[in-house]
C-alpha cells in the first residue's frame, strides 16, 4: 500500500480564544481529489490556509511527501513551493503584465532560469486559452480570465499539490463553467492531486474521489466521493446537500 502525499493528524486551529478547526484528520494519496464541503464559517478555508503555510496552527502535524511538519519546521518554506493555492481572489499584482505575474515564482522564489521556465509557461497559457494575453495587465482581464491566470501560475510551480479555495465564487456562470472545465481536465489529464473547497455540488460530484465534510469545525463525515452524494451518512450532511437543491 502506498505512502499518502498528505497525512493531516490531530490539526488544532484557534484565533485567540475562538477555536475553528478541532482534531482534523485525513489522508490524501498522490492522484487523488479530496473535495472539502460544509456550510459556510465551518473552518474549510482556514484548512486550506493551515496546509499551505498562511495561517499558523497549534496542535497536530502535516506529513507532506514524507516530511513530518510541525508549525516549526525548518523545511516548512521549502515544502510549501511544493503546494500551490489559488483563492477566491486573484492576487495578480496590477502593475506587472500576465506573463510577469506567472514568472515570478519560479524565477525570483526557486530561482530557475528564464531559459527553462519561459517554454513551459507559454505551454500552460496555451492549454488554459490565454497565450494571447501573455502582454496584457490584469485590468485588461475578466473574472474568469484573472482566474485563469491564477491558475497558471500556480502550476507554473510545478508543485504536487494543488488547494483551490471557492475559485468560482465571484464569477458569472459562463465562466464558472470555463474555469471547472480546467480544474477538470487537471485532474482527468495530469491526475493532479487536490484538495478542493467549492459550493457546485454538480462539480464536486463528478470530480471528487474523497469528500471530507465540515461543520463547526469538525468533521462530521468523511467518505468516497460518490457514496456521499448519493447516501450521506448524517443528518447533517443530509440538510446540507437539501439546502443546496442536490
Known amino acids: 500500500m502506498s505512502t499518502p502525499l498528505l497525512t493531516v493528524s490531530h490539526l488544532e486551529k484557534s484565533y485567540q480564544k475562538t477555536h475553528i478547526l478541532h482534531d482534523i484528520s485525513f489522508d490524501l494519496d498522490a492522484g487523488e481529489v479530496l473535495t472539502l464541503l460544509g456550510p ?23 506529513t507532506f511527501a ?7 519546521a525548518k523545511q516548512w518554506q521549502q515544502l510549501r513551493q511544493q503546494i500551490g493555492m ?10 506587472r503584465t500576465v506573463l510577469e505575474n506567472i514568472l515570478l ?24 486559452g490565454m497565450r494571447d494575453y501573455r502582454d496584457a495587465y490584469p485590468r485588461q482581464l475578466s ?14 510551480l510545478k508543485p504536487r499539490l494543488m488547494l483551490f479555495d471557492e475559485v468560482t465564487a465571484s464569477l458569472d456562470p459562463e465562466m464558472v463553467r470555463d474555469v471547472l472545465t480546467i480544474i477538470r481536465q487537471l485532474a482527468d489529464t495530469h491526475q493532479m492531486t ?4 467549492t459550493h457546485e455540488m454538480d462539480f464536486a460530484q463528478q470530480i471528487s474521489d474523497q469528500v471530507l465534510f465540515l461543520a463547526d ?10 457514496q456521499f452524494f448519493k ?4 443528518s447533517r450532511a443530509q440538510n446540507f446537500l437539501a439546502s443546496m437543491d442536490f
Open 143 to 156: 473574472g474568469g480570465q484573472k482566474q485563469r491566470i491564477a491558475i497558471v501560475r500556480a502550476l507554473a
Open 217 to 226: 469545525g469538525r468533521i462530521q463525515e468523511q467518505t468516497p466521493g460518490p
Open 194 to 197: 487536490m484538495l478542493v473547497v
Open 40 to 62: 459556510s464559517g465551518s473552518g474549510k478555508s482556514t484548512l486550506l490556509r493551515c496546509l499551505n503555510g498562511l495561517e499558523a496552527f497549534q496542535a497536530g502535524t502535516l
Open 105 to 128: 515564482g519560479p524565477l525570483k522564489v526557486q530561482k530557475r532560469s528564464r531559459e527553462t521556465v519561459l517554454p513551459e509557461v507559454e505551454k500552460l497559457l496555451q492549454q488554459v
Open 231 to 234: 447516501r450521506p451518512q448524517t
Open 66 to 72: 514524507g516530511e513530518v511538519i510541525t508549525q516549526k
Open 86 to 95: 489559488v483563492f477566491q481572489s486573484y492576487d495578480l499584482f496590477p502593475n
